[in-house]
């Protein structure tokens, strides 16, 4: 067994553990609380959580997915974020290598996570996902040298300029928001990520599933969709197969 082999279940493991400081941002970020104080605690009867009571996944399915104090129901989205984080961390080093690729898509990969299921349940991108994750994603662009960097940092700009541009127009047009700060800071830290070629093709990508969804469910139940659902879901696709897709164009679109 080589060492990416090895690196696989260890990286589904720590991913699990980040799954579930996930949950504790996806649930207090929007609130404005501490995720360090107080500790994990039942929001029912507010005991502490103990650390046997509290292992991703495992303590979740021994206690039937209950309070073991109360017997108030725990939410499965807990184990349903540790599940899916310890899979984008175990699926990066498979697909990329224990190496700081496999790194870069597992951190992305868990920003996005955190990013669609807070705005899905708040309508709301906390600064912490997209400003740190900005932060983030130049420091990982270094693996790249200094020209990682400069690839980072223009498309972090190009993310930012063109949805503030939509914001301002679109504003102006429709003469109310049209489109939440937290976006535009979200595909800033995307542009760190995927670069500016990345931003374009996720903007599209974004803005065409967010058609497919929003169109059906507006005319039906006028509900509001949050886009920023729609550009993290493009984004991971972008970060992925980005590259094979701009290839395909480039070579049969654009006979090049």
């Known amino acids: 067994m080589n060492v990416d082999q090895m690196g696989i279940p260890i990286a589904g493991i720590f991913g699990a553990m980040i799954g579930s400081f996930l949950n504790v941002l996806i649930l207090r970020l929007p609130r404005d609380e501490s995720v360090v104080f107080p500790g994990s605690h039942c929001p029912r009867c507010q005991t502490p959580i103990a650390w046997h009571d509290n292992v991703p996944v495992i303590s979740w399915l021994l ?3 209950k309070c073991r104090h109360c017997r108030e129901r ?5 184990p349903i974020i540790e599940l899916t984080t310890a899979a984008l961390w175990a699926g990066a080093v498979w697909h990329y290598g224990a190496n700081l690729t496999g790194l870069t898509a597992a951190a992305f990969g868990t920003l996005l996570l955190g990013i669609a299921v807070t705005d899905a349940r708040h309508y709301l991108i906390p600064d912490e996902y997209t400003l740190g994750g900005l932060v983030l994603g130049l420091l990982l662009a270094l693996r790249g040298g200094w020209s990682g960097l400069l690839q980072a940092v223009i498309g972090a700009v190009t993310g930012f300029v063109i949805l503030y541009v939509v914001a301002v127009a679109g504003e102006k047009v429709f003469r109310k928001e049209a489109m939440g700060g937290g976006d535009i800071k979200m595909m800033a830290m995307v542009g760190a990520f995927v670069g500016w070629r990345g931003v374009l093709l996720t903007i599209f990508g974004g803005s065409l599933l967010g058609t497919i969804v929003f ?12 886009f920023g659902i729609f ?4 984004a991971a696709l972008t970060f992925v197969f ?12 654009l006979g090049g």
């Not at 725990?74 to 807990?78: A, K, R, T, W």
């Not at 169109?215 to 949050?226: G, I």
């Not at 897709?245 to 049969?252: E, H, S, T």
């Open 242 to 253: 980005g590259d094979t897709v701009l290839r395909w164009y480039i070579d049969w679109v």
């Open 63 to 65: 206690l039937g997915g």
């Open 215 to 226: 169109v059906p469910l507006s005319l039906k139940q006028k509900r509001l969709v949050p």
């Open 74 to 78: 725990i939410s499965i989205q807990y």
């Open 231 to 234: 550009l993290a879901a493009a």
